[in-house]
């Protein structure tokens, strides 16, 4: 469905998809075509197409200080996840309890959940809560470390608010106790600096299309001498720790990207960080009872989630749709669940402000013009929605249903 | 993204007879902030017993707003007794259907209608006679069998679409499932469940658990001069204490997973868990 008219498309969710890059599109054309050799044949053929797979892997290491043998190139974000927590708990099979937080992504959240139907065995998960703010408690973390503890899981930067968490301390704790590491860095790689060379971390976690590679290609670091069990078995590649042929088309794209993102680091930390806060704050001051989700400053330099109390998001996300503006929701009704985002629930924001919270996430190709344009054209919707709202100024007991709910929600 | 008509397009983004009526001659409210929808609707009744003007405020998604503005379209000009016999599936037709996962959108625009003739009547609400089924969103058994009555559902997750009970916290599926069984008359017969694998009571493991010490774990930390002993089970966790030598062993942790916890796991059941307990 569209509600749009022939406008330009203002996209900022780039939290949930990117744009592949046209250098990056460039670079991975002649693998679609006339350069399909198989990376692995003896030929020369195929062995430029190797080389090329070499030189991918030598980019994405660069960008996160690894070694290029550290990566494994994977199918997508989940994959590395999955392969991830499911490679741990293999290798250290008597150990039962897992450490991750409440606000994961799916990806590793529901894997979590359903461990024990995978495995066939019970494993003890601790989902650890964070502040109102989405930030996370070291000492509550430290705490929640048991000598059966086999990984922690734990995101690099939530997706919906931008929180970043201490990975970088998180891992010191957990240093030398035997105790695995992985994060989801998903949305933290090619937005803000990562060296893998300071921080002694399991497992990282990247995804290609929310960096501007394309979709169906994601990384999995494995630092040198972590153990691991394979999640794909199959051929040699990947040094025999991820069987099936490469995408090598995705693979060379998504190394041009992360050299792409090396370079655009500090425009992402500056102009686009910028453009970020205008939004912000011209939303907040324009707009009464409007409410940032999310700690102010240890934040992604592209993320602004905002709740917008007495108004549903997917009203406000299909007004936006008329003018072209892509963004996204933590509402019950996007998602077609009936409850609200649980990263929002786990920062305890009230339902007032739950079901109506927009998340604009930003790229480099964001201009101030477009930042301006919704400025404009945000503040009126909200008016109007709220207008029709029973809640607005109004005194709605709201009787019926919900008011009583003793469930967790 | 959802797949909506252009009716209901049109409904949500040029909402009809929003607001509210002075001095109504009912009111009906239905559904609440941490529910993710609301509706107020008023109406004006004439001298002719027909309704001449109907309003509607709503806090919720596309769907809910255009069910609202759509249900205050349908009753301009019925009297109440007409008024009442309009159902959720009337106003989806008239919206050209709504997504499935979207009918309790349609559901809170009849309640909201039936909240209002109520108001006027000064009665209760009918269904919020029945008895609380869902806690999470406020739904009774009576809306619940109204529902499966007349669109037919057959499954806790379209009860769940049309009513959102069950969408909360599930507490009441297994509720849910009896009033389906109940309504479309199903064999009550509970279908035997075949095959269950093995489910113990707490007192069968516990049992079943010092069996095994007694006669095989036991007797082999007695020949270190250690002991062992069953302090809790709670669930797959099994809480122990290991006594005599074991408590100064180095190796202690080592006999209690890949020892004790290896043939309570065989002899037992294959999820448990060994741990100490600091007693």
Redesign the interface.
């Known amino acids: ?1 569209s ?1 749009g008219e022939d406008r330009q498309v203002i996209y900022m969710d780039n939290n949930a998809t990117t744009k592949v890059a046209p250098e990056v599109l460039e670079v991975m054309l002649p693998y679609f075509s006339e350069q399909y050799g198989n990376p692995s044949s003896m030929h020369s053929f195929g062995g430029s197409v190797g080389k090329m797979v070499v030189g991918a892997r030598e980019k994405v290491s660069s960008l996160i200080g690894a070694q290029p043998d550290e990566l494994v190139f994977t199918s997508c974000g989940t994959e590395s996840d999955s392969t991830a927590i499911l490679s741990a708990i293999q290798s250290f099979s ?1 150990k ?1 309890h897992i450490v991750t937080t409440r606000v994961e992504h799916p990806a590793v959240k529901n894997l979590c959940e359903q461990l ?1 139907t995978l495995t ?3 494993h ?1 998960i601790t989902s650890l809560p964070v502040e109102s703010d989405g930030t996370i408690d070291l000492n509550r973390f430290e705490e929640s470390l048991t ?2 503890t086999a990984i922690v899981s734990i995101m690099w930067a939530n997706n919906e608010t931008g929180v970043i968490f201490p990975i970088e301390e998180m891992v010191e704790i957990t240093k030398n106790r035997g105790i695995l590491f992985h994060t989801d860095a998903v949305q933290a790689v090619g937005k803000i600096p990562i060296d893998l060379n300071k921080v002694p971390i399991d497992f990282l976690s990247i995804s290609g299309h929310k960096l501007h590679a394309p979709k169906g290609v994601g990384v999995l670091y494995v630092r040198k001498g972590t153990p691991f069990v394979p999640f794909m078995t199959g051929g040699h590649q990947e040094h025999g720790r991820r069987g099936g042929t490469e995408n090598v088309t995705s693979i060379i794209g998504l190394g041009k990207a992360c050299e792409l993102a090396a370079t655009k680091m500090n425009d992402e930390n500056t102009r686009v960080k910028a453009l970020r806060d205008k939004l912000e704050e011209g939303l907040l001051s324009n707009i009464p009872s409007s409410i940032l989700n999310g700690h102010k400053t240890l934040r992604l330099p592209n993320t602004s989630n905002i709740s917008f109390e ?6 406000i996300l ?2 936006l749709d ?1 003018y072209n503006i892509c963004a996204s929701s933590g ?4 998602s ?5 985002s649980h990263v929002l629930r786990a920062m305890g924001v009230p ?2 402000a739950a ?1 109506g919270s927009i998340r604009f996430s930003l790229s480099v190709y964001n201009t101030e013009e477009e930042v301006d344009f919704i400025i404009d054209k945000l503040p009126p919707i909200i008016a109007n929605l709220r ?5 607005w100024k ?1 005194s ?14 | 993204m959802w797949d909506y008509t252009d009716k209901v397009k049109d409904h949500f983004l040029n909402p009809r007879n929003v607001g509210e009526i002075d001095s109504p001659s009912g009111i009906g409210e239905v559904g609440s902030l941490a529910c993710g929808d609301a509706l107020t609707l008023t109406f004006k009744l004439g001298d002719d017993g027909k309704i001449v003007d109907a309003k509607f405020k709503t806090f919720g998604c596309a769907s809910a707003i255009a069910s609202s503005s759509a249900l205050t379209e349908m009753v301009k000009g019925l009297t109440l007794d007409e008024a009442e016999k309009l159902t959720n599936e009337d106003i989806a037709k008239y919206l050209g259907g709504l997504p499935k996962e979207k009918m309790h959108c349609s559901v809170m625009g009849r309640e909201a209608l039936e909240a209002a003739i109520a108001n006027y009547r000064g009665v209760p609400i009918p269904m919020a006679l029945g008895e609380l089924v869902c806690e999470c969103f406020g739904v009774t058994d009576l809306e619940i069998k109204r529902a499966i009555q007349e669109s037919n559902l057959r499954t806790v997750e379209e009860v769940t679409n049309f009513t959102k009970a069950g969408g909360g916290c599930g507490k009441c599926e297994d509720k849910i499932e009896e009033l389906l069984r109940e309504v479309r008359k199903e064999a009550k017969e509970e279908i035997a469940i075949e095959e269950q694998p093995k489910r113990l009571t707490n007192i069968q493991k516990i049992k079943m658990i010092e069996e095994v010490l007694d006669r095989e774990i036991r007797p082999a930390l007695k020949k270190d001069g250690g002991d062992i002993e069953l302090i809790d089970v709670d669930g797959d966790f099994v809480i122990v204490s290991l006594r005599g030598a074991c408590v100064s062993c180095a190796k202690s942790q080592t006999t209690l997973k890949e020892y004790v916890e290896k043939k309570l796991r065989e002899q037992v059941l294959d999820t448990l868990i060994v741990e100490e307990g600091k007693v």
Request: hydrophobic residues 20%.
């Open positions: 469905m509600l008597d039962r024990d066939g065995h019970k003890k000598d059966d007495y108004v549903e998001g997917e009203s299909l007004h008329r509402s019950a009704c996007t077609g669940s009936l409850e609200p339902f007032t079901h207008e029709m709202s029973p809640f109004g709605h007991p709201g009787q019926v249903g919900g008011a009583n709910c003793k469930c967790s929600c």
